[in-house]
């Protein structure tokens, strides 16, 4: 009663709210479009962006102890966990015919039984008053709740942990250290204590699941813990299935790689044991959802969420605590006021940096290419200097960096890398001399990076920020990249020193890079099963110069072991991609 009591109050308050839009939708109303153009439209609801038990009222059922506890499909309770198979979808139709049918029944403990047997409520649905509305169908599953907040936090980060401790105290304690030797990567959190993490912000853990596997693949192996070995492979597919769902674009062929990760998923699951939940089985609707209403950021909870915090900030440091809806509403009026300001003067300075590049473009013509093979790019001046330096002598580089192999001979190795690169590119030498650097010749040394990319994802420009920075907050901090050698051939290698050299009239920005290129040789079953991309470092004093502007985007590597290093694809959509792109080309297969 008192369940049935609240969704009546939550559908009776909505209907009022939806009581303006109802009545549109079923005579319409002018609208006048962007082109200027006046037409009639028919108002109507096609998403609902919510957690299960919003949903659960949304649609009137009766959460997940019910016989039928999805609101989207009727699929049995005992079934949640088979998610090879494709049940019915709800309609608001079917559930309004059995609702009146119940209603025939004539005493309330026969109609509450016959409820009960469908898994539904006897209330007025406030959605039945828009018309072309159905419910069932606007319910969008959300990632925040289901994945982050649901399928990983509560059943596999535990099922996780409870292996790794059962392998004892020291194998718990390298998961710690582990995550924190990880180097830093913008937008994401880095906790230093994870093993001991039962309860935090969904946010948290989806970062905490992210690192999971590169953390773990050597605790959890076979041969230790078989069955934590099998959920490590079940997670680095629910990793894969996050991914392909966070896509802020989709396309006919990543739906279907996503679709079939799913199921690679639930077979592996159903491998281990029955996992008869809820938030397993809504997966089932993921793609569903894409097709019918686009990318998942249309109806993710995430932004809402987020927005608790300043309302809550608001209340507790703003107010009186006395009539505070009022007080709240100003304040958010300010803070719209002010975002807007912010986001105008952002617009301005994003608009100054564009003329600044631009000019700087018409005064530059070196291209983006490498030594060995150039290849003609684009002109757009993507890449970006920054953090500069005093200027230094090769002679006081090399004293710094004096046990540092990869600066022996610096400036050497840079004349022939010059002389090859100038004519290379059809620029003259400097009086048609080979160029030759001395000891005492400056350049002027840079710490951080800049370069503006376009996603593989959605085709916009990102941009990432990179460092090169032996005192970085107090720590040494030397970044990641793409490297572009040939149109057909990208290798990855990390940033040592970063520079500007001026050879005649024209100034280089240059990079030494530590090259991960050397091969790897047959891939191991545990690379197989965990779809792990391995590189492999050449020995440092074979470093290389390179141009800044062969810098495709940064990349996010773990160590593992003196000279093997793991690319960490579930960093962001666009990383994803790029290594998915890369196993096809080394012929790596997927191995579930």
């Avoid at 840079?446 to 990179?466: A, G, P």
């Avoid at 020995?539 to 773990?558: C, M």
Wanted: net charge negative; hydrophobic share 40%; aromatic share 10%.
């Amino acid at each position: 009663a008192w369940a049935n009591f609240k969704a009546t109050v939550w559908h009776k308050s909505f209907e009022r709210i939806l009581s303006s839009l109802a009545a549109k939708s079923k005579t319409g109303q002018w609208l006048e479009c962007l082109d200027v153009v006046q037409r009639w439209f028919f108002l109507l609801i096609l998403i609902l962006s919510s957690n299960f038990e919003e949903q659960s009222t949304m649609a009137l059922t009766r959460g997940v102890r019910a016989l039928w506890p999805c609101p989207v499909c009727l699929v049995p309770h005992d079934k949640l966990s088979d998610m090879l198979h494709c049940y019915p979808r709800c309609t608001s139709r079917d559930l309004q015919a059995i609702l009146e049918t119940v209603r025939e029944r004539e005493t309330a403990e026969e109609r509450e039984e016959v409820l009960k047997e469908y898994g539904l409520r006897d209330v007025l649905n406030s959605f039945s008053t828009v018309s072309s509305t159905d419910v069932h169908r606007t319910l969008s599953w959300d990632k925040l709740h289901f994945h982050s907040g649901g399928l990983w936090s509560d059943h596999l980060w535990v099922e996780l942990q409870k292996y790794i401790n059962g392998l004892g105290r020291e194998k718990t304690s390298q998961v710690d250290k582990s995550y924190q030797s990880f180097p830093h990567w913008r937008d994401q959190k880095h906790p230093n204590q994870v093993m001991n993490i039962s309860f935090t912000n969904n946010s948290t853990h989806e970062d905490i699941s992210k690192m999971i596997v590169y953390a773990t693949h050597n605790i959890l192996t076979e041969a230790d813990c078989p069955l934590g070995y099998l959920l490590l492979r079940c997670v680095r597919l629910y990793l894969e299935l996050d991914m392909y769902a966070s896509l802020e674009v989709h396309m006919t062929e990543t739906i279907s790689s996503g679709r079939h990760t799913h199921l690679a998923f639930a077979a592996l699951l159903r491998s281990d044991k029955n996992w008869n939940f809820l938030k397993l089985h809504m997966g089932s609707h993921i793609f569903d959802d894409v097709e019918a209403k686009g990318a998942m950021r249309n109806y993710n909870t995430k932004p809402n969420e987020k927005m608790h915090g300043s309302l809550k900030d608001s209340y507790l440091l703003r107010t009186n605590f006395r009539d505070v809806a009022e007080q709240i509403l100003s304040i958010n009026t300010w803070q719209v006021a002010a975002d807007h300001i912010r986001h105008r003067l952002f617009k301005f300075d994003d608009h100054q940096c564009q003329l600044d590049e631009e000019d700087l473009l018409e005064e530059e013509d070196f291209p983006a290419t490498v030594v060995e093979h150039p290849v003609s790019t684009s002109n757009s001046f993507h890449v970006k200097l920054g953090s500069k330096q005093p200027l230094l002598t090769f002679d006081a580089i090399q004293t710094a960096h004096q046990a540092d192999q990869a600066f022996i001979n610096f400036h050497v190795k840079l004349n022939d890398f010059l002389n090859v690169l100038l004519p290379s590119l059809s620029i003259l030498l400097p009086e048609g001399k080979h160029i030759h650097l001395r000891g005492t010749d400056e350049i002027t040394e840079h710490h951080f990076i800049r370069i503006n990319y376009e996603s593989m994802v959605d085709w916009r420009q990102r941009t990432d920020y990179l460092r090169s920075n032996p005192r970085f907050f107090g720590s040494p901090r030397f970044d990641c990249v793409f490297i572009r050698l040939t149109e057909n051939k990208v290798i990855l290698g990390r940033l040592i020193f970063c520079f500007e050299c001026l050879v005649g009239n024209n100034t280089f920005p240059l990079a030494l890079v530590h090259p991960f290129d050397v091969p790897t040789g047959l891939r191991t079953r545990k690379d197989k099963d965990l779809n792990l991309f391995r590189v492999r470092t050449r020995p440092r004093a074979q470093a290389q110069f390179f141009p800044v502007r062969s810098f495709i985007r940064g990349a996010f590597l773990i160590a593992d072991g003196p000279s093997d290093y793991l690319v960490v694809d579930t960093a962001d959509t666009d990383m994803f991609l790029c290594i998915k792109m890369m196993h096809l080309e080394a012929g790596h297969i997927v191995h579930v």
